[in-house]
Each structure stands twice: as C-alpha cells, then as structure tokens.
T-cell receptor, first 111, second 112 residues
Framework: SQTIHQWPATLVQPVGSPLSLECTVE??????LYWYRQAAGRGLQLLFY??????ISSEVPQNLSASRPQDRQFILSSKKLLLSDSGFYLC??????????FGSGTRLTVV | GDSVTQMEGPVTLSEEAFLTINCTYT??????LFWYVQYPGEGLQLLLK?????DKGSNKGFEATYRKETTSFHLEKGSVQVSDSAVYFC???????????FGQGTTLQVKP
C-alpha cells in the first residue's frame, strides 16, 4: 500500500537558523510530489512541486527551497528562517487512482 | 489564474442541524473539484470529489454537486454531529501537473 512519511511533527526554530523537512513515500514510483504550507488563519498554499528527480517547480517566491534527491524523497529547506516561515507544512503525492495523499504535517514555529 | 473562494467561518451549529459550506471557483477548462477535511491535530483527508459537471460526490453523509453553470461546489450535510467539527477545504485540480488550488478553509464547530 502507498504511504507517506513526514517528519518531524513539530519543530521550534530560532530566526536565522536553517531548516530541513523531509518527506518520503512508499509503495509507488515516480510520483508527483508537493509541498504545501498552511499559515495561521489562512488556507493551503502550494509552495513547490516535483514531477521527477531533480525537477522542482516553485509556485511562490519565498525564503524556502526544495530538492528531490531520490525518486521518493522530497526535502524542504531554508538557509535562514524568518518569523513569517511559521506554519503547518504538508507534503503530498498524487496517485491517478487514489488522488492526493497528504502526510501528517509538520508544525513549524519560528521564534 | 485559477482560484477557489469559500465562505468565511467559523460556522457554529447545533448537533443535527443542516450544514452548507459554500464554495465557488474560477478556472479555465474543466477542473476536478474536491472537498478535504482536517480534523484537529491531523493532516488533510479527502472527503469527496467530482470530476465533471453535474457529478455528485458523497461520503460520510456529506454531498457536493459540481455545478458548472454557477461554478460552485457547495458542501452539504443533512444532520451534523459533534464529530464533524473540523476545518473543511474546497479545492480544484489545476492543469495537468496535479496541483491543487485550495480555498482558505472553513472551520465548523458542532455543539451538542
């Protein structure tokens, strides 16, 4: 069966520190992968998506970057966090039959 | 560009009340439409979907009909329960890359 793993579940980081959030999927190959962010009181915003290894599309300009070093691994990073980076980050992949599957999310608080 | 607009919350109802959460969209072509639910402390789960005009998606007593003429996909439930308390997101599938465009979410609180 297809599963998606995302960690950590919660994270508190100081302003200016680096960030690395990891997402891995199992039970599928060559999935389309996505990073979404949900800021407090707002909806979900697509940050990045990837249709294959090394292929990253950015949807909005920001302080974050994404990488896909392996077929089933998608990483969200920042060199220096800002207060405005706080939010709930969700990784997702899409299957033609099942549709979207979301990870359990990482709640990031930048202090 | 494509967009989704949901009614603002929070929506507070008593148990067994009728629920409607409005959702309208703007899109080129014929997108698929979705409702996702986020229970407290959890990630998003697909609630229901519709892939073409006049399709009705349904699940767990919730329903939504894809109305192309009014560009709407309103979520309804005849009798809500306390366990339905959650945030509900309307979304559309944009383009052929699988991207989802989400509405801002509507918080539903059901009181016993």
């Amino acid at each position: 069966s297809q599963t998606i793993h995302q960690w950590p579940a919660t994270l508190v980081q100081p302003v200016g520190s680096p960030l690395s959030l990891e997402c891995t999927v199992e039970g599928t190959s060559n999935p389309n992968l996505y990073w979404y962010r949900q800021a407090a009181g707002r909806g979900l915003q697509l940050l990045f998506y990837s249709v294959g290894i090394g292929q990253i599309s950015s949807e909005v300009p920001q302080n974050l970057s994404a990488s896909r070093p392996q077929d089933r691994q998608f990483i969200l990073s920042s060199k220096k966090l800002l207060l405005s980076d706080s939010g709930f980050y969700l990784c997702a992949w899409i299957d033609l039959f099942y549709g979207y599957t979301f990870g359990s999310g990482t709640r990031l608080t930048v202090v | 560009g494509d967009s989704v607009t949901q009614m603002e919350g929070p929506v507070t109802l008593s148990e067994e009340a009728f629920l409607t959460i409005n959702c309208t969209y703007t899109a080129t072509g014929y997108p698929s439409l979705f409702w996702y639910v986020q229970y407290p402390g959890e990630g998003l789960q697909l609630l229901l979907k519709a892939t073409k005009a006049d399709d009705k998606g349904s699940n767990k007593g919730f329903e939504a009909t894809y109305r192309k003429e009014t560009t709407s996909f309103h979520l309804e439930k005849g009798s809500v329960q306390v366990s339905d308390s959650a945030v509900y997101f309307c979304a559309l599938g944009s383009g052929n890359t699988g991207k989802l465009i989400f509405g801002q979410g509507t918080t539903l609180q059901v009181k016993p």
